[in-house]
């Protein structure tokens, strides 16, 4: 799989590249990620990407011209090309494992005021990971890497995918190691059972009730 990164911001991945399970990742050929600063594409004298808003207002608008050419000149039929937006369709572990399967994955940051409406038209899709609105798409890009890379093959242990959150719709059950009792605090009995069959019935009931009290909230 190959992760395409279009920002302004280059340098805002290097930390996100460069340690643990990413990094990994990455050495062992899992992934390949390119970080593509849009700027470069600019046409303009001085390398101009946003311009005021038609009609004024606040802010400054990301022009049309870098990013529809950065995207044509990245673009195979294999791709898909998803902005990074607010108003965008509301992220979730679905959309990672649909993204999954993709084999070419372009993420375009906006920053500023937002996109000239017209990029949306050479746009597949329109992710945004929350209810709130951050400085730019460059989280919500390593956001998305992130839960998509660590369900690639041999990226993290296939056991630990089994059970966690989101599995069967449940949240994953409550963990805990040595020792057992931590200043008074004690891990539950069963867990030092050695009796698997309760344990797993253990922990499917704290799944259940750990979402039915989280989703009350
Ligand atoms: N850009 C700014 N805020 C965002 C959000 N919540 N999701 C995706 N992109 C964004």
Known sequence: MKISILTLFPNMFDGFLNES???????????????????DYSTSNNNQVDDTPYGGGAG???????IFDCIESIKTDESLVVMLTPDGK?????????????????LLCGHYEGFDERIKSIVDM??????????????????????????????????????????????????????????????????????????????IEKRINKTKYLNKE
């Open 60 to 66: 400054m608008v990301l022009m049309c011209q870098p």
């Open 90 to 106: 509301k992220y979730n572990q679905t959309i990672a494992k649909e993204f999954l399967n993709i084999k070419h994955l372009i």
């Open 21 to 39: 399970i990413i990094k990994r990742a990455i050495s062992k050929g899992k992934v390949q990620i390119e970080i593509i600063n849009f700027r």
């Open 126 to 203: 329109q992710v945004s990971i929350g209810d709130y609105i951050l400085t730019g798409g460059e989280l919500p890009a390593m956001v998305i890497s992130d839960s998509v890379i660590r369900l690639i093959d041999g990226v993290i242990n296939k056991d630990s995918l089994l059970s966690e959150s989101f599995e069967d719709n449940l949240y994953d059950y409550p963990v805990y190691t040595k020792p057992s009792n931590f200043r008074g605090l004690e891990v539950p009995d069963v867990l030092l059972s050695g009796d698997h069959k309760k344990i797993n019935e253990w922990r």
